[in-house]
């Protein structure tokens, strides 16, 4: 049985984009759009195995933002992970 990443209600986030930064992806966004866990992607970001986010400051809290280009890249980096270990 295959378990998905189930996101709950998202609450509106655009006001903490700057202006020149509204068609890039938050980090829930992006885990919303490949159903996947916001933890999952913080890892995937940490090993360099996806591109790292911009980081964009807004007051105290830093917020992770994805280009539309590298949304791509990780859907097609994430679409080809397979569930258990590698093989060696």
Same mark, same amino acid.
């Given at each position: 049985?295959? %378990? /998905?990443?189930?996101? *709950?209600?998202?609450?509106?986030?655009?006001?903490?984009? @700057? *202006?020149?930064? &509204?068609?890039?992806?938050?980090?829930?966004?992006?885990?919303? *759009?490949? &159903?996947?866990?916001?933890?999952?992607?913080?890892?995937?970001?940490?090993?360099? /195995?996806? @591109?790292?986010?911009?980081?964009?400051?807004?007051? &105290?809290? !830093?917020? /992770?933002?994805? !280009? =539309?280009? &590298?949304?791509?890249?990780?859907?097609?980096?994430?679409?080809?992970? /397979? =569930?258990? %270990? @590698?093989? !060696?």
């Amino acid at each position: 049985m295959v %378990r /998905r990443y189930t996101m *709950k209600v998202r609450r509106d986030t655009s006001y903490l984009k @700057p *202006k020149k930064f &509204q068609d890039y992806l938050t980090l829930s966004e992006l885990a919303e *759009k490949v &159903q996947r866990d916001p933890s999952w992607i913080r890892l995937l970001e940490k090993e360099d /195995r996806i @591109p790292k986010a911009v980081r964009v400051k807004r007051g &105290q809290i !830093s917020i /992770r933002l994805w !280009s =539309p280009a &590298q949304v791509e890249e990780c859907e097609r980096i994430i679409a080809t992970h /397979r =569930p258990g %270990r @590698p093989r !060696s």
